[in-house]
């Protein structure tokens, strides 16, 4: 740590959180043998013909953009001229502030056949694959793109959950 940093503060961002598998060891080994596995769930509701995949925990990552107003500059107050007035000086401006907020979802990450599914008590969501535009893995995180809404989900490894969605017919 530097000098300006110990003054000014540190401009590195923060770490992000890691997440644990519930992935039974089984199915991850079925996955990286480019077979599906076949895994028994009763927290979410399958349609006829539906077999679930992949389940895992997962942080959805939503960027936030808060509005503010700044207030730039000063003002001068002094007495008016009759008993009880003043006059009001003012040399500042407003200026419009935008600050990008990230908020985190934890919840579980189901992919089947036909859907992918994120269970959460907020900003949970169901997708269908035929709408899935794109996908982009990294080491703990991948990012979803159905139309023009993306979801970025940190989960334990991504290239897994890629070779998932790559499988599937």
């Known amino acids: 740590m530097g000098f300006l940093d110990f003054l000014f503060g540190s401009k590195t961002p923060a770490a992000l959180p890691t997440v644990l598998t519930i992935l039974p060891p089984a199915a991850a080994a079925e996955i990286q043998h480019g077979r599906l596995p076949q895994l028994n769930t009763t927290t979410i509701f399958l349609k ?4 679930c995949h992949y389940i895992d925990k997962a942080i959805l ?7 503010g107003y700044v207030r730039k500059g000063g003002s001068y107050s002094m007495p008016g001229l009759f008993k009880g007035t003043r006059i009001r000086l003012n040399r500042g401006r407003i200026d419009p502030d935008e600050k990008v907020i990230t908020e985190q979802f934890r919840g579980v990450l189901y ?3 036909k859907r992918v599914i994120f269970q959460s008590n907020q900003n949970g ?4 694959h035929t709408s899935l ?13 159905y139309d023009s809404i993306c979801h970025r989900l940190l989960v334990p490894d991504g290239e897994l959950l890629n070779k998932v969605m790559n499988l599937l017919p």
């Open 48 to 51: 006829s013909g539906e077999i």
């Open 61 to 67: 990552m939503k960027e936030k953009i808060v509005k």
């Open 111 to 113: 992919v089947t056949n």
């Open 125 to 128: 969501f169901e997708k269908q």
């Open 133 to 145: 535009t794109s996908i982009a893995p990294y080491t703990n995180a991948v990012d979803l793109q």
